[in-house]
């Protein structure tokens, strides 16, 4: 099946990036919206983490991810970083014609849909949260309260895989607790390893206070993209399994510790494969 995509004959592939392992939680909502679409990730384990660098550099890998992603034929971008998206999707989009998806702007879209009271949280690493990228796009689209709260915590306990340990509820419970007082009525889970946490995040936050996950945000965003725009008519049927085994996963770093952490993120048997980027 072929479409047209920015004036070019071609089928649509999603090149995801992420900073690490934390992106995979993209690519289960992505195959879980549109099974069939070929799948390109790659996970800069080499570099992780993104959300405790500067700006500067964190762009400048985001540059050579996506390089990367598109000499592998990628055609459609997805950053799965939140740490990446808040601070280089303009500059991605500068650089170049395809179309690119971000975690951000979906997820606000959606928080206007589902605030009642404008009152929001949000929770992210300190790049995401110090680049007030949430509070900039929220504020262009509706006079809402943004509270941001940093969580380097939580990256670390979800990649030991302290899922359901009380020390990690605890922690949580800590990062949650100063948003609760402020009366806010929306969450936003603004980094790629919260979704693994959400039942704790939820449970702390309280039944009054919705959760938005921008890894299902933006699979439906993209999902919307191919088939509106691109116009092909069901890319949503087919098998999982076979798609997965389609699929590429790239890592610039595919040590014992990635591999354990990657099968705690992906619940499907994938074929990881190392890489060293060449694009500097
Ligand atoms: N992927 C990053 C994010 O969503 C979290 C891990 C990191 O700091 O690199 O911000």
């Given at each position: 099946?072929?479409?047209?995509?920015?004036?070019?004959?071609?089928?649509?592939?999603?090149?995801?990036?992420?900073?690490?392992?934390?992106?995979?939680?993209?690519?289960?909502?992505?195959?879980?919206?549109?099974?069939?679409?070929?799948?390109?990730?790659?996970?800069?384990?080499?570099?992780?983490?993104?959300?405790?660098?500067?700006?500067?550099?964190?762009?400048?890998?985001?540059?050579?991810?996506?390089?990367?992603?598109?000499?592998?034929?990628?055609?459609?971008?997805?950053?799965?970083?939140?740490?990446?998206?808040?601070?280089?999707?303009s500059?991605?989009n500068?650089?170049?014609?395809?179309?690119?998806?971000?975690?951000?702007?979906?997820?606000?879209?959606?928080?206007?849909?589902?605030?009642?009271?404008?009152?929001?949280?949000?929770?992210?690493?300190?790049?995401?949260?110090?680049?007030?990228?949430?509070?900039?796009?929220?504020?262009?689209?509706?006079?809402?309260?943004?509270i941001?709260?940093?969580?380097?915590?939580?990256?670390?306990?979800?990649?030991?895989?302290?899922?359901?340990?009380?020390?990690?509820?605890?922690?949580?419970?800590?990062?949650?607790?100063?948003?609760?007082?402020?009366?806010?009525?929306?969450?936003?889970?603004?980094?790629?390893?919260?979704?693994?946490?959400?039942?704790?995040?939820?449970?702390?936050?309280?039944?009054?206070?919705?959760?938005?996950?921008?890894?299902?945000?933006?699979?439906?965003?993209?999902r919307?993209?191919?088939?509106?725009?691109?116009?092909?008519?069901?890319?949503?049927?087919?098998?999982?399994?076979?798609?997965?085994?389609?699929?590429?996963?790239?890592?610039?770093?595919?040590?014992?510790?990635?591999?354990?952490?990657?099968?705690?993120?992906?619940?499907?048997?994938?074929?990881?494969?190392?890489v060293?980027?060449?694009?500097?």
């Amino acid at each position: 099946m072929s479409v047209t995509i920015d004036g070019y004959e071609s089928i649509p592939v999603i090149g995801v990036f992420d900073s690490g392992v934390g992106g995979l939680t993209v690519v289960k909502e992505l195959k879980r919206a549109i099974p069939t679409v070929p799948l390109i990730y790659f996970g800069d384990t080499a570099r992780t983490p993104y959300g405790t660098k500067s700006q500067e550099t964190i762009k400048r890998f985001a540059l050579e991810d996506t390089k990367f992603l598109l000499s592998k034929g990628a055609n459609i971008i997805v950053i799965a970083c939140h740490s990446a998206a808040s601070v280089a999707t303009s500059m991605l989009n500068e650089r170049f014609d395809c179309p690119i998806f971000e975690v951000i702007t979906p997820s606000v879209s959606q928080l206007l849909r589902l605030s009642r009271r404008g009152r929001i949280g949000v929770i992210g690493t300190r790049a995401t949260i110090e680049s007030g990228v949430y509070e900039r796009e929220i504020k262009k689209r509706a006079d809402y309260v943004v509270i941001g709260v940093p969580c380097p915590l939580l990256v670390p306990l979800v990649e030991e895989g302290w899922l359901k340990r009380r020390e990690t509820k605890m922690i949580v419970k800590k990062y949650i607790h100063p948003l609760k007082l402020k009366n806010i009525d929306t969450l936003i889970l603004g980094c790629t390893h919260y979704p693994m946490l959400k039942d704790v995040i939820a449970r702390k936050a309280g039944k009054r206070i919705k959760i938005i996950d921008p890894s299902k945000e933006v699979a439906i965003t993209v999902r919307d993209f191919i088939f509106n725009k691109i116009g092909v008519e069901d890319y949503s049927i087919g098998d999982y399994m076979d798609d997965m085994d389609r699929d590429k996963f790239y890592f610039s770093d595919l040590g014992s510790v990635t591999k354990e952490v990657i099968r705690r993120f992906i619940d499907r048997p994938i074929d990881p494969k190392k890489v060293v980027l060449r694009y500097n």
